[in-house]
């Protein structure tokens, strides 16, 4: 069975400054997704990055970059220039490559940005 | 634009009574999930289907049911309603190719 391990229950950030979110996974299949949600105060999920595990390439979304050690099962999130708005609860999830949509999640990382 | 709609979006209700939370979307996926949110423990997979007619147990799947009637909903029913099923309850449906979720407003139930 897949387990995903995010082991900050709570970070902060300056405004304007960079801040990594960790999460290790554990995995018996070679082919495989990786995800960052943000999940606001609204409640909402919104996908913000989303990695294949065959690319060796790190995704990049615009201030969001990962950081995949594929060999240390590693899918850390990187968010630049941190803004007020990126304030939120992060959850990093893993699924299997046939298992189309069926994610399992960490336990969440809440995000405070400081002005 | 395409969506997934949950409602109610809350509900309180009493210990044993049956609940159904409903859940509908425009996406045209075949994939759909239930999933609950408790704090320190992330998003837990109750129920999930491939397509009409077919259903399957998740990771937390005790005093819930699914049906799948058609392609755009997937109803979840609590039969008799436990205060540990106090929780923010998400539907998602999923893209094939890329099992990325798509995911509803959630809805919260409390059990008293």
């Known amino acids: 069975a897949q387990t995903v391990t995010q082991s900050q229950p709570e970070m902060s950030v300056q405004e304007a400054e960079t801040v990594t979110l960790s999460c290790t996974y554990d995995?018996?299949?070679?082919?495989?997704?990786l995800f960052w949600y943000k999940q606001p105060p609204s409640r909402q999920m919104i996908l913000v990055i989303r990695?294949?595990?065959?690319?060796?390439q790190n995704a990049t979304e615009n201030r969001f970059s990962v950081n995949f050690q594929k060999a240390a099962k590693s899918f850390s999130l990187k968010i630049s220039d941190s803004q007020l708005g990126d304030a939120a609860m992060y959850f990093c999830?893993?699924?299997?490559?046939?298992?189309?949509?069926?994610?399992?999640f960490g336990q969440g990382t809440i995000l405070t940005v400081h002005p | 634009d395409a969506e997934i709609t949950q409602s109610p979006r809350h509900k309180i209700t009493e210990t044993g009574r049956q609940v159904t939370l409903a859940c509908h979307q425009t996406?045209?996926?075949?994939?759909m999930f239930w999933y609950r949110q408790d704090l320190g423990h992330g998003l837990r997979l109750i129920h999930y289907?491939?397509?009409?007619?077919?259903?399957n147990k998740g990771e937390v799947s005790d005093g819930y049911s699914v049906s799948r009637s058609n392609t755009e909903d997937l109803p979840l029913t609590l039969e008799s309603a436990a205060s540990s099923q106090t929780s923010v309850y998400f539907c998602?449906?999923?893209?094939?190719?890329?099992?990325?979720?798509?995911f509803g407003e959630g809805s919260r139930l409390t059990v008293l």
């Open positions: 996406w045209n996926h075949n994939n």
């Open positions: 289907s491939y397509g009409v007619q077919d259903t």
């Open positions: 998602a449906s999923s893209d094939y190719t890329t099992g990325e979720l798509f």
């Open positions: 999830a893993h699924a299997g490559g046939t298992s189309y949509g069926k994610l399992t």
């Open positions: 990695q294949e595990a065959y690319k060796q």
């Open positions: 995995t018996s299949e070679s082919d495989y997704y």
